[in-house]
């Protein structure tokens, strides 16, 4: 008899032998048992979801380069000075024009969400000659740019701690 490759062999074995013994009535009873103690197990034992915030990115115009996320818990340095102010950056990679990012373990408060689509990977926001930029970018709470980057109390949103799912569109 061959040693069992991974865990689910060897679990089969020690269930599969004890109910070989069984009369066909019996056998079929515990099976049945067997099948609805593990699907309840699953979903009393399941780990829960980590909350967070998790911030689905809308209308990417292609998957070059990727996106970043940087998240505030202040307007010291909201949006531009991602590297020194943010209290969170999360960077990914753009597959099928779609992108998502989660920030675990945040505290209750008040925050702030910049997003940018990196298409030349440099770690900015190219701009052209006028200032006006000419990757994507978005904001929380549907803030949006005019002649300046919005302020953070206008990007701003409340989180309690537990799980909160948004969406952020970019412009480009």
């Known amino acids: ?29 515990a099976c049945w048992l067997l099948l609805a103690l593990a699907s309840f197990s699953n979903v009393v034992v ?13 209308d990417i115009r292609n998957s070059t380069g990727a996106i970043a996320c940087a998240l505030f818990e202040s307007a010291e340095g909201f ?7 943010a209290t969170h950056i999360a960077m990914m990679e753009i597959r099928d024009t779609q992108a998502r990012c989660s920030f675990l373990d ?3 408060g008040t925050y702030a969400l910049a997003v940018i689509h990196d298409e030349n990977r440099d770690g900015e926001l190219a701009r052209n000659w006028l200032g006006i930029p000419r990757e994507g970018y978005g904001f929380s709470s549907g803030a949006r740019a ?27």
């Open 79 to 85: 949006p531009a000075e991602v590297l020194r102010f």
């Open 146 to 172: 005019s002649l300046s980057a919005p302020s953070f109390e206008d990007a701003s949103f409340s989180y309690d701690g537990q799980n909160l799912d948004m969406a952020i569109r970019l412009h480009y």
């Open 106 to 108: 945040i505290l209750p």
């Open 46 to 58: 399941a780990p829960p979801a980590c909350p967070g915030i998790h911030v689905t990115i809308l």
């Open 1 to 29: 008899m061959r040693e069992p490759t991974n865990g689910c062999s060897a679990l089969n074995l020690t269930v599969r032998l004890p109910l070989a013994r069984l009369i066909p009535e019996r056998r079929r009873a």
